[in-house]
């Protein structure tokens, strides 16, 4: 399995951009898709996920209302849109994929994840 995560950027505060990570290797029917991301000097973080069966998403406090995940089945692609971005939005984002099940309290655990993207960065300028 393969994951590749891009649109990642440089913008403003306030700004947008939308993140795309494409599975190869393996037809999705089901299973979980999740996006983390790190900050230089900080763990890595939970921001969203998502069934591939069913709507189900799971989504971080921090960026509830701002961010939204979604997927397209027949490309095997996840996005994450991402609205009012702040400064402390800034870190490379990755994505995953978990084979099988997850109930929603543990869509937000990076264990529970079996294969990660290479990541792409994300910076917001003040």
């Known amino acids: 399995v393969q994951l590749q995560a891009s649109g990642g950027g440089l913008v403003q505060a306030g700004g947008s951009l939308r993140l795309s990570c494409s599975a190869s290797g393996r037809t999705f029917s089901s299973g979980v898709m999740g996006w983390f991301r790190q900050a230089p000097g900080k763990e890595r973080e939970f921001v969203a996920s998502?069934?591939?069966?069913?709507?189900?998403?799971n989504t971080a406090d921090s960026v509830k209302g701002r961010f939204t995940i979604s997927r397209d089945n027949a490309k095997n692609t996840v996005y994450l849109q991402m609205n009012s971005l702040k400064p402390e939005d800034t870190a490379v984002y990755y994505c995953a994929a978990k084979v099988g099940r997850l109930i929603i309290s543990a869509m937000g655990l990076a264990s529970q994840y079996d294969y990660w993207g290479q990541g792409t960065q994300v910076t917001v300028s003040s």
């Open positions: 998502i069934r591939w069966r069913d709507p189900a998403t």
